[in-house]
């Protein structure tokens, strides 16, 4: 017992020393701002063949902070995450298309304006509709938070259609082309940009409930960075460098000369292929899979630690740490993993004041998550070892700490090694959701490539076929170490 704590103790005292050395670290450097993004949201923001970061907003962006004197890191969250990021405090702003609306100026402070947006409504191509008063008793696809929502949302009841939420645009766009919604309601710079880059849907109304763009940072605080957008968005409009960003990404051949720069290293044009997706973007794809497996082995190892730990706790002969065993591993597998995600890290950081790095929320939420079954099956392991033994071994003189050290826990362990090769499994597949708190793990990865070239059926294959062939080499190799240890 008093290994497994050391070994607990040392693992949390890394980590403690990494967060603060990152705080310290983003302290010193006073001029490099976070600012969180959604590079699934074309033409404001999204990732070239290149799979750099491209867009009205990117550009703007860096031609701001390079005319101001100040860096930027940008992090590739999503919209919801960039939100909940910047009222949290993990970053110093974001800029993702986002409307400035009344409700919103409750929690963020807006720049000026540097684009105005209007909201269209899209059909599948063939499709009669052609008007909302046609939408009565239909489904409705539109993306979580953004203005098109807002829109659906506040006309739902008046033309009698219902309404149905998605985190990124792809899902809403093959949502209404494989028939499940009727229609969906998107800004109409960024549906203009998805339809003349193949996207098989129509407009069918006007630019209507027409808003303005800005850059965002949380009310009351970081209004330097605010005052620094304002002024270098100032002087890119005095200088006429604004006005080529904005034609660059929406005048009617915008789409294609974006293209062309995209792909200036190739003679020929994007291969859509699933091979040719798999060529383009192979960096994006190793670097997805090295994120996951990094969470994967650190996430399991600290679970690994954390659940045998409670589930020690729970077979002492002591009420309270049964008791404490108990409520530990109830209160965490009866959590959603992504609420536990967004809860350390969005809702942690306000409650502390602090900043917790993206990858030690996603390693912390695997161990509370995966450590809370870890221990069960532990405590279910120990139980299952017939009581006759500790008997015997207490009957013979030993004492409670080295009857379990010698005997119970060698019988208990095998009982509990196919448990522990089915958590690394699931604990493998649960990074999946870890995407939510901006995690570049392969998930995210393969949004962030589908917002550029739309082809959500073949990159999903390829994402899923790739978890299939790691999942079957570790069931492998857990399968060797079983019969080793067995043997």
Request: with cysteine.
């Given at each position: 017992?008093?290994?497994?704590?050391?070994?607990?103790?040392?693992?949390?005292?890394?980590?403690?020393?990494?967060?603060?050395?990152?705080?310290?670290?983003?302290?010193?450097?006073?001029?490099?701002?976070?600012?969180?993004?959604?590079?699934?949201?074309?033409?404001?923001?999204?990732?070239?063949?290149?799979?750099?970061?491209?867009?009205?907003?990117?550009?703007?962006?860096?031609?701001?902070?390079?005319?101001?004197?100040?860096?930027?890191?940008?992090?590739?969250?999503?919209?919801?995450?960039?939100?909940?990021?910047?009222?949290?405090?993990?970053?110093?702003?974001?800029?993702?298309?986002?409307?400035?609306?009344?409700?919103?100026?409750?929690?963020?402070?807006?720049?000026?304006?540097?684009?105005?947006?209007?909201?269209?409504?899209?059909?599948?191509?063939?499709?009669?509709?052609?008007?909302?008063?046609?939408?009565?008793?239909?489904?409705?696809?539109?993306?979580?938070?953004?203005?098109?929502?807002?829109?659906?949302?506040?006309?739902?009841?008046?033309?009698?259609?219902?309404?149905?939420?998605?985190?990124?645009?792809?899902?809403?766009?093959?949502?209404?082309?494989?028939?499940?919604?009727?229609?969906?309601?998107?800004?109409?710079?960024?549906?203009?940009?998805?339809?003349?880059?193949?996207?098989?849907?129509?407009?069918?109304?006007?630019?209507?409930?027409?808003?303005?763009?800005?850059?965002?940072?949380?009310?009351?605080?970081n209004q330097e960075l605010l005052k620094m957008f304002n002024e270098g968005l100032a002087k890119l409009k005095a200088n006429g460098q604004?006005?080529?960003?904005?034609?660059?990404?929406?005048?009617?051949?915008?789409?294609?000369?974006?293209?062309?720069?995209?792909?200036?290293?190739?003679?020929?044009?994007?291969?859509?292929?699933?091979?040719?997706?798999?060529?383009?973007?192979?960096?994006?794809?190793?670097?997805?899979?090295?994120?996951?497996?990094?969470?994967?082995?650190?996430?399991?190892?600290?679970?690994?630690?954390?659940?045998?730990?409670?589930?020690?706790?729970?077979?002492?002969?002591?009420?309270?740490?049964?008791?404490?065993?108990?409520?530990?591993?109830?209160?965490?597998?009866?959590?959603?993993?992504?609420?536990?995600?967004?809860?350390?890290?969005?809702?942690?950081?306000?409650?502390?004041?602090?900043?917790?790095?993206?990858?030690?929320?996603?390693?912390?939420?695997?161990?509370?998550?995966?450590?809370?079954?870890?221990?069960?099956?532990?405590?279910?392991?120990?139980?299952?070892?017939?009581?006759?033994?500790?008997?015997?071994?207490?009957?013979?003189?030993?004492?409670?700490?080295?009857?379990?050290?010698?005997?119970?826990?060698?019988?208990?362990?095998?009982?509990?090694?196919?448990?522990?090769?089915?958590?690394?499994?699931?604990?493998?597949?649960?990074?999946?959701?870890?995407?939510?708190?901006?995690?570049?793990?392969?998930?995210?990865?393969?949004?962030?490539?589908?917002?550029?070239?739309?082809?959500?059926?073949?990159?999903?294959?390829?994402?899923?076929?790739?978890?299939?062939?790691?999942?079957?080499?570790?069931?492998?190799?857990?399968?060797?170490?079983?019969?080793?240890?067995?043997?």
């Open positions: 017992m008093k290994k497994f704590i050391a070994i607990l103790s040392a693992v949390c005292g890394l980590f403690m020393l990494g967060f603060f050395g990152q705080n310290n670290h983003v302290q010193a450097a006073e001029k490099t701002y976070t600012i969180d993004t959604d590079v699934t949201f074309p033409p404001f923001v999204y990732a070239n063949t290149q799979n750099k970061y491209v867009g009205i907003d990117i550009e703007l962006l860096k031609a701001i902070a390079k005319e101001e004197g100040f860096k930027v890191n940008i992090r590739p969250v999503g919209f919801n995450a960039a939100v909940q990021s910047v009222t949290a405090g993990q970053a110093d702003g974001m800029i993702a298309g986002m409307s400035i609306t009344e409700e919103r100026k409750q929690k963020f402070d807006f720049s000026d304006p540097y684009y105005s947006a209007g909201i269209v409504m899209a059909v599948k191509e063939g499709s009669g509709i052609k008007s909302l008063s046609e939408l009565k008793g239909k489904r409705v696809a539109v993306k979580t938070g953004t203005a098109g929502a807002d829109y659906a949302n506040s006309i739902k009841d008046k033309y009698g259609f219902e309404v149905v939420t998605f985190d990124d645009s792809d899902s809403v766009y093959n949502d209404v082309i494989n028939g499940n919604s009727a229609a969906c309601f998107e800004d109409s710079a960024v549906m203009s940009y998805a339809i003349k880059n193949g996207l098989g849907l129509k407009v069918v109304t006007k630019p209507t409930n027409t808003t303005e763009v800005g850059f965002a940072v949380k009310k009351g605080e604004y006005e080529k960003i904005i034609k660059k990404y929406t005048s009617g051949t915008a789409t294609s000369e974006t293209k062309a720069k995209d792909t200036s290293s190739s003679s020929s044009s994007e291969d859509r292929t699933v091979m040719g997706i798999l060529k383009e973007n192979k960096s994006a794809f190793i670097s997805g899979i090295l994120e996951t497996l990094k969470l994967t082995v650190v996430g399991i190892f600290c679970a690994t630690i954390f659940g045998v730990l409670i589930g020690l706790l729970g077979v002492l002969p002591n009420k309270f740490c049964r008791g404490l065993s108990t409520t530990i591993i109830y209160i965490f597998r009866g959590l959603p993993l992504i609420v536990l995600a967004l809860f350390i890290y969005n809702g942690v950081p306000t409650l502390i004041g602090t900043k917790v790095p993206a990858f030690l929320a996603g390693v912390i939420t695997l161990m509370l998550n995966e450590g809370a079954y870890t221990a069960a099956f532990v405590k279910g392991g120990i139980e299952s070892v017939d009581k006759g033994q500790m008997e015997a071994a207490r009957s013979l003189g030993m004492p409670f700490g080295k009857s379990m050290r010698r005997v119970i826990l060698p019988q208990g362990i095998k009982l509990m090694i196919p448990s522990f090769i089915n958590q690394f499994i699931i604990t493998l597949k649960d990074t999946s959701i870890l995407s939510v708190i901006g995690l570049l793990e392969l998930t995210q990865t393969g949004k962030i490539i589908i917002a550029r070239n739309l082809e959500g059926f073949r990159v999903w294959a390829i994402v899923a076929v790739i978890y299939l062939v790691i999942i079957t080499g570790l069931t492998l190799l857990s399968k060797w170490i079983e019969r080793r240890i067995n043997n």
